[in-house]
């Protein structure tokens, strides 16, 4: 007899039918002689419908009522599909985030789960009930008990830590798609289920606007080992594995919060080539570095910052053996890219810096916590370690440093995160997925807002200054890009830094920061709400030249501009202009191979 944790989400439990045929799918997993512990969400739009109401009586809610206001959803939901398991003669009972004991931290809107209690579901499942539990809320841990909910979509969080501390032998999703397919097909539909993916890859499609799977649930699925599927609550398809390496033991205290960095990685084996100030126009990257895969080359990180006037600067880095035939490509491309408009623009210029090296800190419980890059950037200001170029993931926070100083950057990260020496290492990727793509998805943000700032000086623990200001704030920051232009101002050296962050957080951390800057000497501070962000990702692109090439070659063939570039290992992601952001998609979707020859329809 197994234990499983079952989550119905909106559209599965939108109407009285549907709510039956939940109920069906519970009784019968029942039969098959399982325990079950049920987490649904509100029913279709309701949430939708309640913030609504709420921003009709308020253009800013307090956060402490919309929780008291969004819970409620949930509320429905147990009850009624409760109430439909009587029905069919199965014994079963609802509660609620607080009935359970799911501990959360004391912050609205977004909170954290803390701990879960088992005594009560414990209990129930023994003599026989089906527990039905109300998604995506909890209570504060404080003697008041006060109402939290987790985020949007949190309901898949509540349901994977629930599998996590009662040990169930796996969480399954359902939802109104049949799986996790190779991207959105409300706007790709010739987008193509896949039978497994690894968490890794999930945690970075999650986070990058695949709405499917909260990334904080995949994160707690990696990190305790939960066996995770998401299935359609339509049919009796078998759906998409999310997999990952069984996990070394975790405490189920503190279960969202413990220990943000798994990993302190480096590598001092980098050289850096970077192109200053070519033109800022569709096709540039995919004229470079098709030029570069064309030659084998395998290049590392990719970092575009923000332009300046009508150029741009890109750096990539490469290994050191490498390095002197890179650097030969891209003096052999710099003419042609001389601004054809204006051929007075100053042409590209090479450089190359062979001593550097990259720190980097890896966990998946940095996603949405503004604090952890904001305290790498600390930790290396304090030993006086200057950054010369910054590229995020979901799940990394990398630094380009002098290779001199990388001894000492890593021996302070490590302290700072207690990470012992030795106990980092390779983590596997669970069940073997045979083929390993290089690209296995792709997935569009358009919530996101770029915010820069100009002329930041470049000195040690100026990115500790800005990123820690957004954390005390809680903005959240997403992919964060230092530019590889360096220009003496006043007699300080200075570059501009660009980051994005939620379309919500964007005028208030614009103003916020301006009110700063003056103060720090920074520059000023540009925000730019209409942007998209498009992102491929694939555990198959390590090591393989060419697929960045040929996401900038995409996206040239529809004259769409790139404005920034982030890489991490397994994924590449360019900020394009919000109205090509769909046209992007659609473009690299197909460009991979992705596409499959059956369009999709999503259920209404
Ligand atoms: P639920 O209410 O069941 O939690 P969501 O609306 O939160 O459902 O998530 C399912 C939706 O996620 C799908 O209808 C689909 O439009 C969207 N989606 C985005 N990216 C993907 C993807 N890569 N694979 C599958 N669905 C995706
Ligand atoms: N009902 C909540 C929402 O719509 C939580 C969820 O469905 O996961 O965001
Ligand atoms: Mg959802």
Redesign the pocket.
């Known amino acids: 007899m197994a234990l499983i944790v079952q989550k119905y989400?909106?559209t599965s439990v939108g109407s009285v039918e549907r709510i039956q045929a939940v109920a069906q799918r519970v009784y019968k997993t029942v039969k098959a002689g399982n325990s079950l512990v049920v987490v649904v969400?509100?029913m279709g739009k309701?949430?939708?419908g309640l913030v609504k109401l709420a921003k009709e009586i308020s253009r800013n809610p307090n956060r402490r009522e919309m929780d008291m206001l969004?819970s409620t959803?949930?509320q429905v939901t147990i009850a009624l599909l409760t109430m439909a398991l009587q029905e069919l003669g199965q014994p079963a009972i609802s509660m609620t985030g607080a009935q359970v004991g799911i501990v959360t931290e004391a912050e609205h809107s977004r909170a954290r789960i803390l701990h879960i209690e088992t005594t009560r579901l414990t209990r129930n499942i023994n003599e026989g009930k089906v527990v039905v539990v109300a998604?995506?809320q909890g209570t504060s841990s404080a003697k008041e008990m006060e109402i939290t909910t987790l985020g949007?979509?949190?309901?898949?969080t509540s349901a994977v830590a629930i599998a996590a501390v009662l040990r169930a032998s796996f969480c399954e999703i359902y939802t109104d798609v049949p799986g996790i397919l190779t991207t959105d097909p409300r706007l790709v539909p010739e987008a193509q289920l896949m039978d497994a993916i690894t968490c890794d890859e999930m945690l970075e499609l999650a986070s990058l606007g695949a709405k499917v799977l909260?990334p904080r649930a995949v994160e707690i699925a990696r990190n305790y080992g939960v066996p995770l599927v998401v299935r359609s609550s339509w049919t009796d398809a078998p759906g998409t594995w999310v997999t990952s390496a069984k996990p070394q033991g975790r405490s189920l205290i503190n279960l969202e919060i413990a220990r943000p960095v798994d990993n302190v990685e480096f590598d001092t084996d980098q050289a850096k080539v970077a192109l200053l100030r070519v033109p800022d126009k569709p096709g540039v990257a995919a004229k470079l570095f098709g030029e570069i895969s064309r030659q084998k080359i395998d290049v590392d990180l990719i970092i575009q910052s923000i332009n300046e006037g009508n150029s741009n600067d890109i750096a990539f880095t490469v290994r050191t053996p490498i390095l002197k035939r890179a650097e030969a490509v891209a003096a052999a491309i710099a003419p042609a890219l001389r601004s054809q408009s204006n051929p007075k623009l100053d042409e590209a210029e090479v450089m190359v810096e062979h001593n550097i090296a990259k720190v980097s800190i890896a966990g998946a419980g940095m996603i949405g916590r503004p604090g952890v890059a904001a305290k790498m950037f600390a930790t290396l200001a304090a030993v006086g370690v200057n950054i010369q170029m910054i590229s995020t993931s979901e799940v990394k926070v990398s630094c380009v440093v002098d290779a001199a100083e990388c001894d000492r950057a890593v021996a302070a990260l490590r302290t700072a995160f207690e990470i012992k020496a030795g106990e980092e290492g390779k983590r596997g990727q669970g069940r073997i997925i045979e083929e390993t793509p290089p690209v296995r998805g792709v997935a569009l943000d358009l919530n996101q807002a770029r915010l820069a700032i100009r002329q930041l000086p470049d000195r040690p623990g100026m990115a500790a200054k800005l990123f820690g200001l957004l954390a005390q704030h809680n903005i959240s920051v997403d992919m964060i890009i230092q530019s590889q232009r360096c220009r003496v101002i006043d007699g300080v050296p200075r570059r501009d830094i660009a980051f994005t962050v939620s379309q919500l957080d964007g005028e208030s951390a614009k103003e916020m920061l301006t009110q700063v800057a003056a103060e720090f000497g920074w520059g000023e501070v540009v925000l730019d709400s209409a942007i998209a962000k498009v992102s491929i990702v694939g555990a198959g692109m390590l090591g393989q030249p060419g697929v960045a090439a040929k996401m900038f070659e995409a996206l040239a063939q529809q004259q769409i501009n790139i404005q920034m570039i982030a890489t991490s290992e397994i994924k590449i992601s360019c900020v394009v202009a919000q109205e090509q952001g769909v046209k992007a998609l659609q473009a690299i979707h197909t460009a991979f191979g992705l596409a499959g020859s059956e369009k999709f329809v999503v259920p209404a």
């Open positions: 989400g909106g969400s509100a309701t949430t939708d969004l959803g949930e998604g995506f949007r979509g949190g309901s898949d909260h």
